[in-house]
């Protein structure tokens, strides 16, 4: 697949900016809303965003080095996915509102059990804002060439904007879990 750098950094940051709404809308839930559970088994929307800055703790910084020592490319330039950053980040992205391919995550991000406050949701709203502020940097740059780690394995790397992509849709996928929470 090919995107104009302008078109994949808009839909990106739109993406950002309605699952900041979202997560902004929980501040209005007591800390017991925010810590309920439909079952043992599932995630509170706490849990599900502690998931999600346990990951911002990993692709902030990196994402951060990589944009602010990245030289600009052309004007012009199409952004095209590698076929591996296509694949994760497609495997993310929910489909017509629903969460297709479950899959278990890294016992490391795994946030179940934990005692949560309100300060997780702080601290995701944060890493929300660093990351429209990245989106925006970004503009100017080569979204191909410019590569970084995965949490998957630090040996392999991924083009920053499937990095991007796939960040953003990860985050998409768990606002969307959180939300049905209250369902």
């Excluded at 949560?116 to 740059?141: C, H, I, R, W, Y």
Aim: aromatic share 10%.
């Amino acid at each position: 697949m090919q995107f104009t750098r302008e078109n994949i950094l808009a839909e990106l940051s739109q993406r950002t900016s309605a699952s900041t709404l979202v997560a902004e809308r929980f501040k209005n839930l007591s800390v017991e809303q925010l810590n309920y559970k439909k079952s043992p088994a599932s995630w509170s929307i706490l849990e599900c965003l502690e998931h999600l800055n346990l990951y911002g703790d990993f692709y902030i910084p990196h994402l951060s080095q990589i944009v602010a020592n990245a030289q600009p490319a052309p004007s012009k330039e199409l952004f095209k996915t590698g076929w591996l950053g296509n694949y994760f980040a497609n495997s993310m992205i929910p489909k017509q509102g629903q969460i297709v391919n479950k899959m278990n995550t890294f016992k490391d991000k795994n946030p179940a059990n934990s005692a949560l406050t309100v300060a997780t949701l702080d601290k995701f709203l944060s890493q929300q804002a660093q990351l429209s502020q990245l989106l925006e940097k970004a503009s100017n740059l080569d979204l191909n060439g410019n590569r970084c780690p995965i949490t998957l394995t630090r040996f392999m790397r991924l083009k920053l904007g499937d990095t991007f992509r796939f960040f953003v849709y990860h985050i998409e996928r768990h606002i969307l879990q959180a939300t049905n929470v209250l369902k």
